[in-house]
């Protein structure tokens, strides 16, 4: 069985379990300076040359093209490679990545969780420090990545997408009936990966529960899905006041809502009930992108350009294959409005472990209609821009994310050759030749 043995060049304890490294990981002792390294600082079409980063503890606490000295740390040089943000990825579903379908509906509990410690590793390890999970229970996992218990990126967590009955969240099998006609509800949705409410009480209790547990934004399924078997892919979901129920008690907590949705009937619908992120969108027009933006509502879509998917029966390719002709129109119209904010996201779930690997090379699907600078402040700063509108439920607000600058919290990669030229520095594990998340290194190519 194949063994993934993170480097931790900190204090720490990398345990072998099986399949998977268990780190327990701590800040190194004294502050680490990065020297002779081009910085990309999430932001700038340009990088700052030849320069000297610090970091103290988890933060980054100087960045300079003059000469700086750390007392009582160590000294990493770069040799000329590049030092930029980790990346995020707004839209993952890590409580069942990689997970095959039948495992979490059919399978123990015990068996899902463990499987989603593996799949964290395996994003951090491709360099995404940050992700925003959009449906599922990962609570526990972002507990345990907190703690350094295991390794992962930071979890922005939505805890179970409220969905309507027959909606994009309802996955009971046609032989289940509702628990209000007799039938009993499945485990999945008794463990929090989804939950089924209808009505303003209903929806509002969903939301409640969610932000009980631990979840920094609400995800709302507010239009048809191709994964989902029962609910045609341009219908819409949900009315205006259960929507804006879900809002309203974001809103109460210093949050907000996210949803599921790709045509312009269903977002414009949730953007009256005052959703402020669209996490699909690939069926919109210009008017309602620009609507958006006028707003500060965030796009964060995702590049689907294979429209067949191996997980997906006929019909859910189908489907697929609908969203999938949208994409390049609203990548194309969503460039043209400067004020429209747009994130990177891949959105993958109960694939196998060959297209999971692709995360990162998702990115490169944009390269027809954004430069590589353009496609890396979608996985940088402009996520990190989304990431603060959690607000009062933001887990992690000492520092900013997405950005290399002072006070900023030490999510790092130093990688080879030139991400503003070529992505493949990025998108190529090859090329990363340190990983840091948190102040912790967790891949150190550079030294032995």
């Known amino acids: 069985m194949k063994q993934r043995l993170l480097r931790t060049i900190a204090t720490g304890v990398v345990t072998l379990l099986g399949c998977a490294a268990v780190v327990q990981a701590a800040p190194p002792e004294g502050p680490i300076l990065f020297t002779n390294v081009n910085v990309f600082d999430g932001v700038s079409d340009k990088l700052i040359k030849n320069a000297n980063v610090v970091v103290t503890g988890n933060m ?19 040799g000329g490679r590049t030092l930029m943000p980790g990346l995020s990825d707004t839209h993952v579903h890590i409580a069942f990545a990689s997970l095959p379908a039948m495992a979490l509906l059919t399978g123990p509990p015990s068996y899902a969780y463990i499987h989603s410690v593996g799949d964290a590793q395996d994003m951090l390890m491709r360099g995404f420090t940050s992700v925003r999970d959009m449906s599922g229970d990962t609570f526990g996992l972002k507990m345990a990545i907190d ?9 922005y967590p939505s805890g179970g997408g409220i969905s309507q009955t027959a909606g994009h969240g309802d996955f009971r099998f046609p032989n289940q009936s509702h628990p209000r006609f007799g039938g009993t509800l499945p485990e999945m949705y008794q463990l929090g990966y989804a939950y089924i409410a209808d009505g ?7 939301a409640r529960e969610n932000l009980r547990h631990g979840a920094s934004q609400i995800k709302v399924m507010a239009g048809g899905g191709y994964s989902s078997p029962a609910d045609p892919l ?6 205006v006041e259960e929507i804006k ?4 008690v974001a809103r109460n907590w210093g949050t907000y809502v996210t949803i599921h949705a790709y045509t312009v009937d269903s977002i414009n619908q949730a953007i009256d009930a005052g959703i402020m992120d669209v996490g699909h969108g690939q069926l919109l027009d210009r008017k309602t992108l620009q609507r958006m933006a006028d707003k500060g509502v965030f796009l964060s879509t995702q590049p689907f350009t294979e429209c067949s998917e191996p997980q997906l029966d006929a019909v859910g390719n189908a489907k ?8 390049e ?3 194309k119209a969503a460039k043209d409005i400067p004020k429209l904010k747009v994130t990177f996201g891949t959105d993958l779930f109960f694939v196998p472990p060959e297209t999971f690997a692709e995360q990162a090379k998702m990115m490169e699907r944009l390269l027809p209609w954004y430069k590589p600078v353009e496609i890396l402040r979608m996985a940088t700063s402009t996520a990190g821009e989304l ?3 959690s607000g009062l439920r933001n887990p992690y607000p000492e520092g900013a994310l997405g950005v290399v600058k002072e006070g900023a919290y030490a999510d790092l990669l130093l990688v080879d050759g030139n991400p503003l030229e070529d992505l493949g520095a990025v998108t190529d594990q090859e090329h990363l030749k340190i990983i840091m998340k948190d102040g912790v290194i967790y891949k150190n190519t550079l030294e032995k």
């Open 60 to 78: 980054i606490t100087a960045v300079s093209t003059e000469d700086l000295a750390v007392a009582g740390g160590r000294v990493i040089d770069g």
């Open 147 to 155: 703690q350094g218990r295991v390794a992962g990126p930071r979890i």
């Open 200 to 206: 303003v009480p209903e929806v509002m209790a969903a």
């Open 234 to 239: 341009l219908g819409t979901q949900y009315t």
């Open 245 to 248: 129920a879900a809002v309203d």
């Open 320 to 327: 697929l294959a609908v969203v999938c002709k949208g994409t």
């Open 329 to 331: 129109f609203v990548y």
């Open 387 to 389: 990431f603060k509108m």
